[in-house]
């Protein structure tokens, strides 16, 4: 495995985990303002799918897909996850197997649009994503959830990835 598909692997992983430990919360407490980056959990979880889905379909050169509503459910949440985290996975080996990683994009989001590296887009969405889940692990702490997920890709490939070299004694 290399190092493009252990973050990728960790990134729709955490948010997953994350997302399914949010579901301890409340409705109030989902929509419990903070003065921390989204402001409220189910905010921050939104933005933080709707975010991979924007880049993966402006770097796949397709519109962008219609961006779930303020009060989005925690189940259409985990369905849209489930399928931008592959697709977000898939472009981004497709262009490192075609060595396009500096090849340029066109965000026509932007205005003016420019372009973009495929390499920085894909690292955007992974950095992104690590920002704001950082805000979140704080936030689902503050709201009491028990055991809140750590987030660190060690601790992703412990539990998820098996068989790999670090699980042979004594290998460096």
Do not use: C, Y
């Amino acid at each position: 495995m290399d190092l493009l598909e252990r973050l990728l692997g960790h990134d729709a992983w955490t948010t997953g985990r994350l997302l399914d430990q949010a579901r301890f919360l409340s409705e109030a407490q989902l929509d419990e303002p903070f003065e921390l980056g989204w402001r409220t959990v189910r905010a921050t979880l939104a933005h933080i799918v709707r975010n991979m889905e924007v880049w993966t379909d402006l770097m796949g050169s397709v519109p962008p897909r219609e961006g779930p509503g303020d009060r989005v459910g925690l189940d259409e949440l985990a369905r849209r996850l489930e399928v931008v985290g592959p697709q977000l996975a898939a472009l981004a080996r497709h262009v490192q197997a075609e060595g396009r990683l500096d090849d340029t994009w066109v965000d026509v989001l932007d205005d003016p649009p420019r372009r973009k590296s495929f390499g920085g887009g894909i690292a955007h969405v992974i950095t992104h994503s690590m920002h704001h889940r950082a805000q979140l692990i704080h936030l689902l702490r503050v709201l009491g959830v028990p055991d809140v997920e750590e987030g660190d890709v060690l601790g992703w490939e412990r539990r998820v990835v098996r068989g790999g070299a670090w699980d042979v004694e004594g290998a460096v």
